[in-house]
């Protein structure tokens, strides 16, 4: 049983800095996609960062590129995801989620992801 939680949302002014932390349990391993989604109010989840130990890759959604970067950690069973440079539309409730590299789909397709945290709420103002 693969558990997911999340740490680390607050709110923020625009400009500032913050890490969210996602710690896991369970059977995930480099062979596993990682990934932060979010989800602002009446907007469809969009997939914002994914890790692939495994293949060495990162990937990022446009708007986060050269501000945000996503790192992880098998050994500690940790995924981060550091926030620089916030705008008000980085405001959403943010998600770690995780799935086997080999399930087909792209990086951000959510409906491919098996696993899944309870999510952190983050709030920039302007």
């Known amino acids: 049983q693969v558990q997911l939680v999340e740490s680390g949302g607050g709110s923020v002014q625009a400009g500032g800095s913050l890490k969210l932390s996602c710690a896991w349990s369970g059977d995930l391993n480099q062979r596993h996609l990682m990934a932060w989604f979010r989800q602002a109010p009446r907007q469809e989840r969009e997939g914002v960062a994914g890790?692939?130990?495994?293949?060495?890759?990162?990937f990022y959604v446009g708007s986060v590129k050269g501000r945000f970067t996503i790192s992880r950690d098998n050994a500690q069973n940790m995924l981060w995801l550091q926030m620089n440079d916030l705008k008000p539309e980085d405001t959403g409730v943010y998600y770690c989620?995780?799935?086997?590299?080999?399930?087909?789909?792209?990086?951000?397709?959510?409906?491919?992801?098996?696993?899944w945290g309870q999510g952190t709420q983050v709030t920039v103002s302007s």
């Open positions: 890790i692939l130990t495994l293949a060495g890759t990162t």
């Open positions: 989620a995780a799935r086997p590299s080999v399930v087909p789909g792209t990086w951000d397709d959510d409906s491919t992801f098996t696993y």
